[in-house]
């Protein structure tokens, strides 16, 4: 097994249980199937450029970071930052997708949420 490949995946996983995903969590952002995460996180997968991409940005995590070979950076607090809900980020993916007026609406209506919450 190639040793980068197995480094890769262990950043991924690393990244991906510190924040609380699943594999099918993670999958499902990156838009690739769960079997897929898994040879990749095992290092029996290399994937493309674009699918690494939408890996990290699924992390929230710089694709440099998951590419870089300094072992030592492993414990950067990229690899630490808080946990984000799995639907907070579906979300967050589907909101990216509208415009601003109803983006602005939206945000109205979750703050009155909030305000009739307390």
């Known amino acids: 097994?190639?040793?980068?490949?197995?480094l890769l995946g262990q950043r991924i996983?690393?990244?991906?249980?510190?924040?609380?995903?699943?594999?099918e969590d993670?999958?499902?952002m990156a838009e690739v199937h769960v079997s897929y995460v898994g040879?990749?996180?095992?290092?029996?997968k290399?994937?493309?450029v674009p699918v690494l991409t939408r890996i990290s940005h699924a992390?929230?995590?710089?694709?440099?970071?998951?590419?870089?070979?300094?072992?030592?950076?492993?414990?950067?607090?990229?690899?630490n930052?808080?946990?984000?809900k799995p639907r907070l980020r579906k979300l967050w993916k589907l909101a990216e997708k509208?415009?601003?007026?109803?983006l602005k609406l939206i945000l109205k209506f979750i703050r009155h949420l909030q305000k009739n919450k307390k």
């Open 1 to 6: 097994m190639n040793e980068n490949r197995k």
């Open 13 to 23: 996983r690393t990244s991906r249980t510190n924040r609380n995903l699943s594999q």
């Open 26 to 28: 993670l999958a499902e």
């Open 39 to 44: 040879q990749v996180e095992r290092g029996e």
């Open 46 to 48: 290399s994937p493309s």
């Open 59 to 79: 992390l929230q995590i710089p694709l440099s970071t998951l590419l870089e070979n300094n072992e030592a950076r492993e414990t950067r607090s990229t690899y």
């Open 81 to 84: 930052a808080k946990p984000i």
């Open 98 to 102: 509208l415009d601003d007026e109803t």
